[in-house]
């Protein structure tokens, strides 16, 4: 090892000190925020979560699995673009070439439409559970048949409703709401956590024929209390403590990918920044879990 690789860190890459060992996940960023509708700013994300990561323990008590010690390969952002079939298009293809690999991936944005392209390039039996205030049903926004306001509805025409489960709802117009009924959209909504004792049994029921899922978090699911870097807040949302039972609950299930989208840093003060970065962490960890339970 040179001085240079010692002293430099060629920021902002996450980096991995430990060479020679299988890679546990591949991680990029999508800086794109063209279809945003209220505050911008989601195209900074990706860096703003490397930045945080590299500034909180990679150790999960909850998981006794330290990063620090693991192989995990940041393979840098999405080339610039403003147009979102583009990003779309680009994201779906670099996902489809790490699945290939068999290697966990993780897509740090940005704003939600990118979902759409990654979710498509996953294994067909591959559950989507979305996490997100918003049910992001409607057909059209503001011009647009395809943005971070409609994906779940372009994907659900192309998908139907089978594999995914929404969690978290609470924000749609009262079109959206016809809709996810009419089309059956499995939804554990804010009302439901709010109203019953163990909401992570509904997931874990939801998911009992699945082994693998694909994890989207939009993080405006929070409340703005907890999370207010977002792009849309929206109040009376679930605590952070909240969606991490959600998230241990995935214990044992293969997590082909996920991503974390919606992070405005310049409304931050850097705390949701740093709880997505924990999040990314967590979510790491519960997928080397899982593929060393495989081995083993
Ligand atoms: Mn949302």
Same mark, same amino acid.
């Given at each position: 090892m040179s001085y240079k690789?010692?002293?430099?860190?060629p920021e902002p890459l996450i980096t991995s000190t430990e060479e020679g060992i299988e890679t546990v996940a591949m991680i990029f960023g999508v800086p794109?925020?063209?279809?945003?509708?209220?505050?911008?700013?989601?195209?900074?994300?990706?860096n703003a979560i490397r930045q945080a990561y590299m500034n909180i323990e990679t150790y999960s008590p909850q998981l006794d699995v330290d990063?620090?010690?693991?192989?995990?390969?940041?393979?840098?952002?999405?080339?610039?673009t403003s147009n979102v079939e583009e990003m779309i298009y680009s994201v779906g293809k670099v996902v489809d070439e790490?699945?290939?690999?068999?290697?966990?991936?993780? /897509?740090?944005?940005? +704003?939600?439409? =990118? #979902?759409?392209?990654?979710y498509l390039s996953v294994p067909k039996d591959t559950a989507l559970i979305v996490f997100d205030a918003h049910l992001d049903l409607r057909d059209e926004f503001s011009g647009l048949k395809m943005s971070h306001a409609t994906f779940l509805r372009r994907l659900t025409d192309?998908?139907?409703?089978?594999?995914?489960?929404?969690?978290?709802?609470?924000?749609?117009?009262?079109?959206?709401?016809?809709?996810?009924?009419?089309?059956?959209l499995f939804l554990i909504s804010s009302q439901i956590?709010?109203? /019953?004792?163990?909401? +992570?049994?509904? =997931? #874990?029921?939801?998911?009992?024929?699945f082994k693998n899922v694909y994890v989207s978090i939009d993080l405006d699911v929070l409340d703005p209390a907890f999370a207010p870097a977002v792009s849309n807040?929206?109040?009376?949302?679930?605590?952070?403590?909240k969606l991490?039972?959600?998230?241990?609950?995935?214990?044992?299930k293969k997590i082909v990918g996920f991503d974390i989208v919606e992070l405005t840093p310049l409304y931050d003060n850097g705390t949701t920044a740093v709880l997505a970065a924990k999040v990314m962490t967590e979510l790491i960890g519960l997928s080397y879990m899982a593929q060393s339970d495989q081995k083993f």
């Amino acid at each position: 090892m040179s001085y240079k690789d010692l002293f430099i860190t060629p920021e902002p890459l996450i980096t991995s000190t430990e060479e020679g060992i299988e890679t546990v996940a591949m991680i990029f960023g999508v800086p794109f925020d063209a279809t945003t509708t209220f505050r911008p700013g989601a195209r900074f994300g990706p860096n703003a979560i490397r930045q945080a990561y590299m500034n909180i323990e990679t150790y999960s008590p909850q998981l006794d699995v330290d990063l620090d010690r693991l192989s995990i390969k940041d393979l840098g952002n999405l080339k610039s673009t403003s147009n979102v079939e583009e990003m779309i298009y680009s994201v779906g293809k670099v996902v489809d070439e790490i699945v290939r690999e068999n290697v966990t991936f993780g /897509v740090l944005g940005g +704003e939600h439409s =990118l #979902t759409f392209g990654s979710y498509l390039s996953v294994p067909k039996d591959t559950a989507l559970i979305v996490f997100d205030a918003h049910l992001d049903l409607r057909d059209e926004f503001s011009g647009l048949k395809m943005s971070h306001a409609t994906f779940l509805r372009r994907l659900t025409d192309k998908i139907g409703t089978n594999s995914t489960v929404h969690i978290g709802s609470r924000a749609a117009s009262g079109e959206e709401w016809r809709i996810a009924e009419k089309i059956g959209l499995f939804l554990i909504s804010s009302q439901i956590i709010n109203t /019953v004792n163990n909401a +992570e049994k509904l =997931l #874990t029921d939801f998911l009992k024929d699945f082994k693998n899922v694909y994890v989207s978090i939009d993080l405006d699911v929070l409340d703005p209390a907890f999370a207010p870097a977002v792009s849309n807040p929206e109040p009376d949302g679930m605590s952070t403590r909240k969606l991490f039972e959600f998230l241990y609950s995935l214990r044992g299930k293969k997590i082909v990918g996920f991503d974390i989208v919606e992070l405005t840093p310049l409304y931050d003060n850097g705390t949701t920044a740093v709880l997505a970065a924990k999040v990314m962490t967590e979510l790491i960890g519960l997928s080397y879990m899982a593929q060393s339970d495989q081995k083993f």
